[in-house]
T-cell receptor, first 114, second 118 residues
Framework: DQQVKQNSPSLSVQEGRISILNCDYTNSMFDYFLWYKKYPAEGPTFLISISSIKDKNEDGRFTVFLNKSAKHLSLHIVPSQPGDSAVYFCAATSGRFGNEKLTFGTGTRLTIIP | GAVVSQHPSWVICKSGTSVKIECRSLDFQATTMFWYRQFPKQSLMLMATSNEGSKATYEQGVEKDKFLINHASLTLSTLTVTSAHPEDSSFYIC??????????????FGSGTQLSVL
């Protein structure tokens, strides 16, 4: 039972354009969401997060949007840069679980075309 | 940020042998570490929570006798896959939580271990 879904396994975007990565979840108990970025041969690193009390969180070129009614979140990267090429994982958790049990999506491989 | 070292990065073993994977927090003490597994085209799945000085907590469906976790010090947790079989071939990755941090931004991951069982 995949509670966090990233339906696009890969995405290619021209440098300078906007990259939009999508994530859907099914568990209504999730109230905290995170995006991780993973380069080859490295572990995932935290990128940005959002609490369910917000619908938007911005950090530089990265913005995460949360639509609770649709159980959908998205990560926007603008402008996209070659260094953004990586696999992006969406993850979700709940304060009720102690904020430690992350449920991950399958990841989206983003390729930025120079 | 904090550094978590995991090794080996890849290992090939014969069916029936045991494999040990180490996860070390290099610049902080980790009272809690997590072990995940990822099969091809699937998501990272939490296997167990490793607590220093106590028994690990396993997720439902994970065999504790097959996946032995030891967290004997504040900087080292090990995962031993006992009597490995081809179906155990997977990507294993650990993460460690910086103490006293209550938010998930304080989770740091190792680089993972690709296990192939022949």
């Amino acid at each position: 039972d995949q509670q966090v879904k990233q339906n696009s396994p890969s995405l290619s975007v021209q440098e300078g354009r906007i990259s939009i990565l999508n994530c859907d979840y099914t568990n209504s108990m999730f109230d905290y969401f995170l995006w991780y970025k993973k380069y080859p041969a490295e572990g995932p690193t935290f990128l940005i997060s959002i609490s369910s009390i917000k619908d938007k969180n911005e950090d530089g070129r990265f913005t995460v949007f949360l639509n609770k009614s649709a159980k959908h979140l998205s990560l926007h990267i603008v402008p996209s840069q070659p260094g953004d090429s990586a696999v992006y994982f969406c993850a979700a958790t709940s304060g009720r679980f102690g904020n430690e049990k992350l449920t991950f999506g399958t990841g989206t491989r983003l390729t930025i075309i120079p | 940020g904090a550094v978590v070292s995991q090794h080996p990065s890849w290992v090939i073993c014969k069916s029936g042998t045991s494999v040990k994977i180490e996860c070390r927090s290099l610049d902080f003490q980790a009272t809690t570490m997590f072990w995940y597994r990822q099969f091809p085209k699937q998501s990272l799945m939490l296997m167990a929570t490793s607590n220093e000085g106590s028994k690990a907590t396993y997720e439902q469906g994970v065999e504790k006798d097959k996946f032995l976790i030891n967290h004997a010090s504040l900087t080292l947790s090990t995962l031993t896959v006992t009597s490995a079989h081809p179906e155990d071939s997977s990507f294993y990755i650990c993460s460690a939580r910086v103490p006293l941090a209550g938010i998930n931004e304080k989770l740091f991951f190792g680089s993972g271990t690709q296990l192939s069982v022949l």
